[in-house]
């Protein structure tokens, strides 16, 4: 069985501070949590005062986008090698919101996964479709095309240090989330294409996360979906007691 795998995404929200005020009050919620794996990624400022607090805990830290050389004159970036050094083990790449206010394709996507790997950061690679894009049922397709992208010289070897997050973007930051049934029809098609690049047998061992206003009162529902195997948390991440309420969800269903 594929472990569930919880993610918190804070975007642009948190000093250092805060978010260790948020992390301490995390750890101490989730110390019972043994069936889940659990990431909070937060902004890059707070990752060394959150790597710092979450030392013996089994929460793990991500980043949200990572730049695709090691070093040099790339005013603004943040590499790989950086991030493995502030304690990230995870990193979130191609995410809608990078997609839309910062013009990153799928090529550029497919070129951080590839750094990332290199660094042994887990990629936690985000796909989904606009509204327009699922009215004009182009679902399917956008996706594939995201996932031939992204992926393009990936082995079967490295997707196994992949996480995927099925993102609609429709779904991002709206409260409106994707039904359980239309996120199980929408992971289904994303692990039959990911069996039809890499074969059946790792594909069902390849997590898909879902993304998009999940919240406690939604997680169950969700995660009990046969192939949804964790959540990506955008706002609910953002306090302990909600956050902890969807992994708890998770831990649930798991140890069913
Ligand atoms: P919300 O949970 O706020 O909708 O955000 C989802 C998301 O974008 C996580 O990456």
Known sequence: MRKKIIAGNWKMHKTPAEAVQLVNELKVKVVNIHHVDMIVCPPYLAIPAVQASLKETAIRVGAQNVFWEDQGAYTGEISAPMLVNAGCSYVIIGHSERRQYFHETDETINRKIKKALEFQLKPIFCIGET??????????????TQLDGGLAGIDAAAIQNIVIAYEPVWAIGTGRNATPEQAQEAHQFIRSTLAEKFGRPIADGLRIQYGGSVKPENAEALLSQPDVDGALVGG????????????QAAENLSKQ
């Open 131 to 144: 509204l327009e894009q699922r009215e004009a049922g182009q679902t399917f397709p956008v996706l594939k």
């Open 236 to 247: 609910a991440s953002l306090k302990a007691d909600s956050f902890a309420d969807i992994i």
